[in-house]
Nanobody
Framework: QLQLAESGGGLVQPGGSQILSCVSS????????IGWFRQAPGKEHEGVSC???????????TYDDSVKGRFTVSRNNERNTVYLQMNDLKPEDTATYYC???????????????????WGRGTQVTVSS
């Protein structure tokens, strides 16, 4: 099973920015649609964003309504990495963030039921003054 490692979390003030990375030691990640997820304290996992594998403008990118206009997902195939740039962070963005392969391919990415995912260690993002 492909191993993914999330990093980049930390403590940030409201309105601040943070960039998360989802890295694999294998370039197989570049052939997988990848999703970003988060789990806030006391809540279930939720899908935040996903990106298909195409590096062209026809790729599919989706965002949860709660992060639209503030978060940007991207991928760098040379680095086997998928990023989540988070701007204008709010206290409600506080959560542990995870990445995982999702259903999809070159032009699609779709979240499965949360119970079907295997979660890694994640990276904690805390938004607080």
């Amino acid at each position: 099973q492909l191993q993914l490692a999330e990093s980049g979390g930390g403590l940030v003030q409201p309105g601040g920015s943070q960039i998360l990375s989802c890295v694999s030691s294998e370039d197989a990640i570049n052939n997988l649609a990848i999703g970003w997820f988060r789990q806030a304290p006391g809540k279930e996992h939720e899908g935040v964003s996903c990106i298909s594998t195409s590096m062209d403008d026809d790729r599919m990118i989706t965002y949860d309504d709660s992060v639209k206009g503030r978060f940007t997902v991207s991928r760098n195939n040379e680095r086997n990495t998928v990023y989540l740039q988070m701007n204008d962070l709010k206290p409600e963005d506080t959560a542990t963030y995870y990445c995982a392969p999702v259903v999809g391919g070159k032009w699609s990415c779709i979240f499965r039921k949360m119970s079907t995912y295997t979660w890694g260690r994640g990276t904690q993002v805390t938004v607080s003054s």
